[in-house]
């Protein structure tokens, strides 16, 4: 917004750039969290803000409020360098609400660590009330947010029409369409499931933060290529004018993120909290919407929707049978469980950052698989 007026007192056509915006917006970010985050942390250590009673080599983490500031970080970035359109104001109030409702939780889950402290409830009572939203509430929240955005989104964006590109298709001979009907509820179902899908995956230290990372650059590079009417017409994928605004809120994210990574590598200064996973994971949710690639979720957001099936099938199953398809959902911890059993890995540390890594590079592989298919497998 402020980089807009600029350009309009100016006209110094740079500034009209998207790619220019999104870059400032980027290292904006960047280096704004990497100020913010050590007095945060320091703070959050001052007034002992964590939930974990035991860790990793009994280190305990800060959960709150990471989410928050970025939060905070990702909308003064949007101010100063996105223009606003429905794209922007719509995928700004997913990610607002989310985070706020995620946010809850997290205040919630440090003043019941508190009232262990004290003697008020027990820490098994503390497990069963960590949440300051119960699970079938959240969910509600979730698809009501989501379905209210996704109607006013069908109606003021021309764009937003039911249309929805398929792998390995040519949006000139294969485009299918839903109807209003349908396509409301599949937009509320991928922005609902993204949101717990990420939430779920946030349990190790950066296991989110890359798949993010990976799914936000895919949005970014097919929104640019897709605002273009001549490289869209070329590469046989729906011309969507205006998308390529959400670009400066790409770059906010982005750059936050891996800011996010530096205080967050392993062994961990601070977490994302269910602030700023749900938060974000709502947003990777409707910007694939936008760019009409909902589809291509499975492929490039597949580790969020594997964490996301994986607890959805151990509940249903042990509901069902009383029997557990994994030995601990979401399916990374299934994963922590077989590998104690090996005695190669002799410390807990070793088996959480082997996941974690093997993790970002199936993520990396899947989003050039995803450019692969999108842009040129027609």
Not at 49 to 74: H, Y
Not at 186 to 194: K, P, Q, S, Y
């Amino acid at each position: 917004m402020l980089i807009e007026l600029i350009y309009q007192k100016t006209h110094l056509y740079l500034l009209n750039s998207r790619l220019f915006s999104t870059s400032v917006a980027t290292v904006f970010s960047f280096v704004c969290a990497m100020t913010l985050f050590p007095p945060y942390i320091a703070f959050l250590k001052k007034l002992n803000v964590n939930t974990e009673f035991e860790s990793v080599k009994g280190r305990t983490d800060p959960v709150m409020p990471a989410g928050l500031l970025f939060l905070v970080i990702i909308l003064a970035t949007g101010l100063l360098t996105a223009r606003f359109n429905s794209y922007v104001v719509s995928s700004l109030a997913i990610y607002v609400f989310f985070s706020v409702i995620g946010a809850v939780d997290d205040i919630a889950k440090v003043v019941n660590k508190a009232r262990v402290s004290k003697g008020t409830i027990t820490k098994q009572d503390y497990q069963y009330k960590a949440d300051g939203i119960s699970a079938n509430i959240r969910l509600f929240l979730y698809i009501l947010i989501s379905l209210a955005v996704a109607a006013a989104a069908y109606k003021y964006i021309p764009n937003i029409n039911g249309y929805i590109d398929l792998p390995f298709l040519s949006v000139s001979r294969h485009f299918p369409y839903m109807p209003f009907w349908l396509f409301i509820p599949f937009m509320t179902l991928v922005i609902a499931v993204m949101a717990n899908g990420v939430n779920f995956t946030d349990g190790f230290d950066t296991l989110a933060a890359v798949p993010l990372i990976t799914c936000f650059l895919f949005v970014g590079i097919i929104a640019y290529v897709s605002s273009h009417a001549v490289w869209s017409k070329y590469l046989l994928i729906p011309h969507i004018s205006g998308v390529d605004e959400i670009l400066p809120l790409i770059g906010a994210a982005v750059g936050t993120l891996l800011a996010f990574l530096w205080f967050n590598s392993p062994p961990s200064s601070i977490i994302m909290g269910d602030s700023g996973a749900v938060g974000l994971g709502g947003t990777i949710g409707i910007m694939f919407i936008f760019i009409k690639a909902a589809f291509f979720l499975p492929l490039v957001g597949f580790i969020f929707l594997l964490e996301f099936c994986s607890v959805v099938l151990q509940i249903s199953w042990f509901k069902v049978s009383r029997k557990r398809i994994f030995l601990r959902a979401p399916i990374h911890h299934h994963f922590q469980f077989m590998m104690r059993k090996n005695p190669f890995y002799a410390q807990e540390f070793y088996i959480r950052s082997k996941i974690t890594w093997r993790f970002h590079i199936i993520s990396v592989i899947l989003l050039v698989l995803g450019l692969i298919i999108f842009l040129k497998v027609r």
